[in-house]
Nanobody, 127 residues
Framework: QVQLVESGGGLVQAGGSLRLSCVAS????????MGWFRQAPGKEREFVAA???????YYADSVKGRFTISRDNAKNTVYLQMNSLKPEDTAVYYC?????????????????????WGQGTPATVSS
């Protein structure tokens, strides 16, 4: 059974940093894309960042230059380093994994491009 478990969220002041982790179990995702999404209260889930099986990355315009996605295939883990945080970054952050191998492109920018989801970790940025 596949499980994705996020950690690293918390409360931070504006301008601060958080590093989110997502550990996958149940299968290896080294040949699969993984992504991060977020959902703020009263809003739809939105794309934040994705990383392909080969290390290619995609970012939402709102986080470019501030967030960095990375992966450690040996640990079956994906990370999201979040710097220069703003109050509008406050949300529950979800990790997601694609069941299809070696897929790239616009599919990875939508929640429908992923098959597995974690439970989420909340991040709150105070002003």
């Amino acid at each position: 059974q596949v499980q994705l478990v996020e950690s690293g969220g918390g409360l931070v002041q504006a301008g601060g940093s958080l590093r989110l982790s997502c550990v996958a179990s149940g299968r290896s995702f080294s040949s699969h894309a993984m992504g991060w999404f977020r959902q703020a209260p009263g809003k739809e889930r939105e794309f934040v960042a994705a990383i392909t099986w080969s290390g290619g990355t995609y970012y939402a315009d709102s986080v470019k230059g501030r967030f960095t996605i990375s992966r450690d295939n040996a640990k079956n883990t994906v990370y999201l380093q979040m710097n220069s945080l703003k109050p509008e970054d406050t949300a529950v952050y979800y990790c997601a994994a694609d069941a299809l191998r070696r897929r790239t492109g616009v599919f990875l920018l939508s929640p429908s491009g992923y098959n597995y989801w974690g439970q989420g970790t909340p991040a709150t940025v105070s002003s």
